[in-house]
């Protein structure tokens, strides 16, 4: 185990609502990452939060957003939610260092939007 | 935008045999990570490479990174029905941000 929680494990969604995802760092760590894995493919980098803020972002549109709270625990939130959305969304803890970039991931939340 | 692709996309094999994963990208990363995943899980990190011509054993996993930091390869030996899962490449990458780039993934299926 990574020490990195997600909740809820399944969420089930109608197209047009809001969903909020939670994420619980592993101990140390103060960067969170948040990926979105679709069906039979890799993960795909949606943004990266260090010290509360969101510290770069992939190819997702404003409806995606996030927070990082103090104790480095992290939300992702999508909003007007459409049906491509449905994936695994994946969040990933790590500690910035001067070396190797390692990340490590939680269980995943799968979203499922009808 | 750096890609890295990854070869064969399936691969259905007997145990005790011997097999090569590949991960290529036009693209030069920091390092390159190769994940484990299994169904309804996160990715499990194997191991880093992050010099050019370093490997990397793994019990019956070897790991290398190419020369030029632009692809890798994973080699099984004598694999596993155990060594089922979907295996994925990642390469750091700091363009925007320092985030992991990930291949398509290989799903792998040893047969007893």
């Known amino acids: 185990e990574t020490g990195v929680t997600q909740s809820p494990t399944h969420l089930i969604k109608t197209r047009g609502q809001q969903v909020t995802l939670r994420c619980s760092s592993q101990s140390g760590h103060n960067t969170v990452s948040w990926y979105q894995q679709a069906l039979g493919q890799g993960p795909q980098f949606i943004f990266q939060y260090y010290r509360e803020e969101e510290n770069g972002r992939g190819n997702f549109p404003p409806r995606f957003s996030g927070l990082q709270f103090p104790n480095y625990s992290s939300e992702l939130n999508v909003n007007a939610l459409e049906l491509d959305d449905s994936a695994l969304y994946l969040c990933?803890?790590?500690?910035?260092?001067?070396?190797?970039?390692?990340?490590?991931f939680g269980p995943g939340t799968r979203l499922t939007v009808t | 935008t750096q890609l890295l692709e990854q070869s064969p996309q399936f691969l259905s094999i007997q145990e005790g045999e011997n097999l090569t994963v590949y991960c290529n990208s036009s693209s030069v990363f920091s390092s390159l990570q190769w994940y484990r995943q299994e169904p309804g899980e996160g990715p499990v990190l194997l191991v880093t490479?992050?010099?050019?011509?370093e490997v990397k054993k793994l019990k019956r996993l070897t790991f290398q990174f190419g020369d030029a930091r632009k692809d890798s390869s994973l080699h099984i030996t004598a694999a596993q029905p155990g060594d089922t899962g979907l295996y994925l490449c990642?390469?750091?990458?700091?363009?925007?941000?320092?985030?992991?780039?990930f291949g398509q993934g290989t799903r792998l299926t040893i047969n007893p």
């Open positions: 990933a803890s790590s500690k910035r260092t001067s070396g190797s970039y390692e990340q490590y």
């Open positions: 490479v992050v010099t050019g011509g």
């Open positions: 990642a390469g750091e990458s700091w363009e925007g941000a320092q985030k992991l780039v």
